[in-house]
């Protein structure tokens, strides 16, 4: 059952900035073409593709932080990209992770404070039982109450992308899109929290937009995959099979990614 669709979803920016008159428009580059994805009920879909396809650009009109030039993008059937749906009704159902957790953490508030927020702009009847669920948060991102009283300044890498997994979490929302949100982390950190992300989305039935150039990351976490290429959904699998594959840029990544791991394997 699908969760999120996004429906010939194009996205347009202006050439230049300068103001259009009765005689001129602004030129414009298309850098999201037609983009038709579903990602269902409890799945977990990854989006990979090159530097400037227009990856992060998709997860910025899916947050309505950029207006989408035309389209449409519905949740659960109903279309969110209008003016008529608040931001607030989208970031409960919908959170985003991004790369730089630094962004996301105020750096004068400890993670006491950071978890507290999301549950008391979303959840303010269940305050009271907020101890139980800091801890429960927590524990499912890998940490202990000992790590309430810290700051972001106070965290490595890792516990930070953790802290921000949490305050995601916070709001249960029924999807999460992580935007390269391991990709600062060492080899190590990067398994480590995609065998939690792992096992935080088949407990909690939540649904995954997983944007990476990490391919083995996508290949341990997602049943399916979409390629982006040049601003168009060039491909969509869930065979890793090089021989099914169609699209040369995806064959080309996949060969790379079969490459590897026989060397790993054969070192
Ligand atoms: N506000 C903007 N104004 C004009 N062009 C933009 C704007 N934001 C992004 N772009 C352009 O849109 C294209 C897609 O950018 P986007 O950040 O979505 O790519 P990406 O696939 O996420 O890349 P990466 O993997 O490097 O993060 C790029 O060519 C970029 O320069």
Request: aromatic residues 8%; glycine residues 4%; neutral net charge.
């Amino acid at each position: 059952m699908s969760l999120l669709e996004l429906c010939y979803v194009s996205k347009e920016y202006p050439l230049r900035a300068s103001r259009k008159t009765w005689f001129k428009t602004n030129p414009s580059v298309k850098v999201v073409k037609d983009v038709n994805l579903t990602i269902n009920k409890g799945e977990c879909l990854a989006l990979i593709g090159e530097s400037g396809s227009g990856k992060s650009t998709l997860a910025k009109l899916i947050m309505k932080l950029e207006t989408v030039t035309s389209g449409q993008i519905l949740l659960d059937g109903q279309m969110i990209n209008g003016k008529q749906v608040t931001d607030l009704t989208i970031y409960k159902r919908i959170q985003l992770v991004l790369q730089d957790s630094s962004t996301s953490l105020h750096p004068k508030m400890h993670v006491e404070e950071i978890l507290k927020e999301p549950i008391h702009n979303y959840f303010p009847e269940q305050m009271v039982e907020w101890e139980e669920m800091f801890l429960k948060l927590l524990k499912l991102v890998g940490l202990d109450h000992s790590y309430l009283s810290r700051y972001s300044h106070q965290l490595s890498g890792g516990q930070k992308q953790r802290v921000c997994i949490a305050k995601a979490l916070a709001v249960q929302p029924d999807l999460i899109i992580f935007d390269e949100s391991i990709a600062s982390l060492d080899r190590d950190s990067q398994a480590s929290i995609v065998n939690m992300l792992k096992h935080i989305q088949k407990k909690e039935q939540i649904s995954y937009l997983f944007i990476t150039h990490d391919l083995q990351a996508a290949q341990t976490l997602c049943d399916q995959v979409a390629v982006m290429y040049q601003g168009e959904i060039v491909e969509t699998f869930s065979n890793w099979d090089l021989r099914q594959l169609k699209h040369p840029y995806t064959r080309s990544l996949v060969h790379i990614l079969n490459k590897n791991s026989f060397e790993e394997k054969t070192v």
